[in-house]
């Protein structure tokens, strides 16, 4: 095993890590992350009064669709087939959570998709909300678990 940055070529280059010699495996990975807002915005989203619609909706959308492209917006990200992706919203006494599982089969992870995921709806609620509230704070965007591959099953702490 090398001490070399695994996305670093010999002569300190970036590039993109060659996948086709690894197994294809089931991969799993959840993130999560939480937007906190004013009671007021909190209110008008949970009674569907937001000036921009459905805001949980499109912020779930969003998501999924972030996560399918990934690898146009992350550097050296491999573009993957994903199998599902899910995007779930939890009413917080201050603020909404969000929880991304994205899956695939095949030879590399997808943690990235299921963080992309997550970041990409909880940019959403921002947006459909702004005109409620533009104090909002995006934060504790973490990955919470991911399965599969060489490194096995992984879950934090």
């Not at 972030?66 to 009413?91: G, Q």
């Not at 909002?136 to 919470?144: S, T």
């Amino acid at each position: 095993m090398t001490n070399r940055p695994t996305h670093l070529d010999e002569s300190g280059a970036a590039h993109m890590v060659d996948v086709g010699a690894k197994a294809a495996t089931g991969r799993h990975a959840v993130a999560s992350g939480r937007i906190a807002m004013a009671p007021e915005a909190l209110a008008a989203i949970r009674a569907g009064n937001a000036p921009k619609g459905d805001v949980l909706s499109t912020a779930r959308i969003a998501g999924i669709m972030a996560a399918k492209r990934t690898a146009e917006l992350i550097p050296l990200c491999h573009p993957l087939a994903l199998t599902s992706v899910a995007v779930e919203f939890d009413w917080e006494a201050d603020g909404i959570s969000v929880r991304a599982t994205a899956a695939t089969t095949g030879p590399t992870g997808v943690e990235m998709e299921a963080l992309t995921a997550a970041s990409v709806a909880l940019l959403t609620l921002y947006d459909m909300a702004k005109a409620l509230d533009r104090t909002m704070v995006l934060g504790d965007i973490r990955l919470l678990e991911k399965s599969g591959g060489r490194s096995g099953d992984w879950r934090a702490a």
